[in-house]
Nanobody
Framework: VQLQASGGGLVETGNSLRLSCAVSGRTFSNYHIYWIRQAPGKEREFVAVISRRIGSTLYADSVRGRFTISRDSAGNTVYLQMNSLKPEDTAVYYC???????????????WGQGTQVTVSS
């Protein structure tokens, strides 16, 4: 499975940004897709996940109600719509894939490169 994240940038507090994760590979449909972020000096943390079959979603408490994870009909692209952004959302955002449905970041098998999101105050 190959993943490529894009869409990061610099935005002001309260604004929105949409990240994209292009997913490819012969068996990518067997994997749940995750968004994870890592702020400077902090460990990577789970942000959201969309399940491989029925598309159920799960969010970290810190982003629930502001962020929305979704995918296109073919499942080739997974999005993270980020609204009401705060300075504490500043981080490198990664997408990852795993056959396990879990918020434990260390369990994820495949990772894309990160995309930087910076929220100015």
């Amino acid at each position: 499975v190959q993943l490529q994240a894009s869409g990061g940038g610099l935005v002001e507090t309260g604004n929105s940004l949409r990240l994209s994760c292009a997913v490819s590979g012969r068996t990518f449909s067997n994997y749940h897709i995750y968004w994870i972020r890592q702020a400077p000096g902090k460990e990577r943390e789970f942000v959201a996940v969309i399940s491989r079959r029925i598309g159920s979603t799960l969010y970290a408490d810190s982003v629930r109600g502001r962020f929305t994870i979704s995918r296109d009909s073919a499942g080739n692209t997974v999005y993270l719509q980020m609204n009401s952004l705060k300075p504490e959302d500043t981080a490198v955002y990664y997408c990852a894939a795993s056959p396990s449905y879990s918020s434990v970041v260390s369990n994820y098998d495949y990772w894309g490169q990160g995309t930087q999101v910076t929220v100015s105050s």
